[in-house]
């Protein structure tokens, strides 16, 4: 088997996520890491034994042995990022949401097409065994025509004004926060699951703590939910902590979900329910290996992952016999696996999210921007 080398870029909360999961394929070595400062990607070096560190990203991609780059950065570098290793002739696998704006995503769609550079932009989540499922059996027919879709992506790690992250920070982030950083997941799924695409739809967006208490230093994702006795200092806050949407799919399936940072108790409560003429089904990601079917003539059901037992599609995103879980980081490797493959074969299926996925992701929430603005439904 090919060794493929690759760099992790960012050493926060994904960076860990991404190294820890890409180095579960067997074939792909990390060749390096890329802080924000030199100081950082040598703490993450050496805990994660990754033989090089720098805090410059343009040394990285000069080395011609290192084939491929994981962009895990706060989004204002996405793009930059990117395009860089896509012109050093990199594959590039970025995390969501791909950009700022739809103009930088059509940029990188148009860069990558025209250096034929292997692209990935992490949509994990849909690739659960159990999500896979649901995907095979609303493919085959099984619960009818879809009517209706319903959710939410809650959680509740900034739910007080003392809860810091670079995400609150829109010159990091971008214009959206929660909707970008769980409501693209969201919406991404649906539309995956489904196979229609959003057609319209109509937005509310609200901020709950105009100011926030920023610490002096800074803070992993996740990492800083019970208060210290760091000092800090005002933060007035530009992007929404809640947000709500109303959504036609196609022309006649309705459906509508919320995405909230500040519900209590919800640690990554991302849920979704789907129903069709014949039958419904309902996942909810704290609990990833149970997929529950509906009827309405005749009793419910509740199926335990079980790969032996699905269809083969979706089968082979199951990688663990039945009762053996596979949750958040088998999602990722999932993606991870199938992207390498290509890597290591310009032959290989395009099976995962590629930058055409991100730009129809940056249009969505461009339309639920202009859409919370106006107060009113837009269209696709």
Aim: proline letters at 3%; aromatic letters at 8%.
């Amino acid at each position: 088997m090919k060794k493929i080398k690759t760099a992790i870029v960012g050493t926060g909360f994904m960076g860990k996520v991404h190294a820890e999961n890409v180095r579960r394929l067997g074939n792909v070595e990390i060749a390096a890491v890329v802080g924000s400062r030199q100081e950082t990607a040598d703490k993450f070096a050496e805990a994660m034994s990754i033989p090089f560190a720098t805090s410059d990203l343009k040394v990285v991609l000069e080395n011609k042995e290192i084939e491929a780059v994981h962009i895990c950065t706060p989004n204002v570098d996405h793009f930059p990022m990117s395009l860089a290793a896509i012109e050093a002739g990199k594959a590039v696998l970025c995390e969501k949401p791909m950009t700022m704006t739809v103009k930088e995503a059509r940029e990188l769609v148009a860069g990558a097409k025209a250096k034929n550079a292997v692209n990935c932009v992490q949509h994990n989540l849909r690739y659960y065994p159990v999500v896979q499922q649901m995907r095979q059996m609303i493919a085959s027919g099984e619960l009818g025509e879809i009517l209706i879709v319903q959710g939410t992506y809650s959680q509740d790690w900034l739910l007080y004004d003392t809860d810091w992250n670079w995400r609150l920070d829109a010159k990091s982030n971008g214009k959206l926060r929660v909707m970008g950083d769980i409501g693209s997941h969201w919406m991404d799924m649906i539309q995956h699951l489904t196979g229609q695409e959003i057609t319209e739809l109509c937005a509310d967006l609200s901020i709950f703590h105009k100011n926030r208490k920023r610490p002096k230093g800074s803070v992993e994702t996740f990492s800083g939910k019970k208060a210290t006795d760091a000092e800090v200092d005002s933060f007035p806050i530009e992007t929404e902590d809640f947000g709500m949407v109303l959504l036609h799919l196609g022309e006649r399936t309705r459906g509508a979900f919320t995405v909230s940072q500040m519900s209590a108790g919800c640690k990554n409560y991302f849920a979704f329910q789907i129903f069709g003429t014949k039958a419904g089904v309902a996942w909810n990601q704290e609990q990833p290996d149970t997929l529950w079917i509906g009827h309405r003539n005749e009793p419910n059901q509740i199926l335990i992952k079980d790969g032996s037992l699905f269809h083969p599609a979706a089968a082979s995103f199951a990688d663990l016999p039945g009762g053996h879980s596979e949750g958040y980081d088998d999602s990722h490797k999932q993606v991870f696996k199938r992207f390498y493959a290509k890597v290591a074969d310009a032959n290989a299926p395009v099976d995962y999210p590629t930058f055409e996925d991100g730009l129809h992701g940056m249009i969505l929430l461009e339309k639920v921007s202009e859409s919370a603005e106006k107060r009113s439904w837009v269209t696709v």
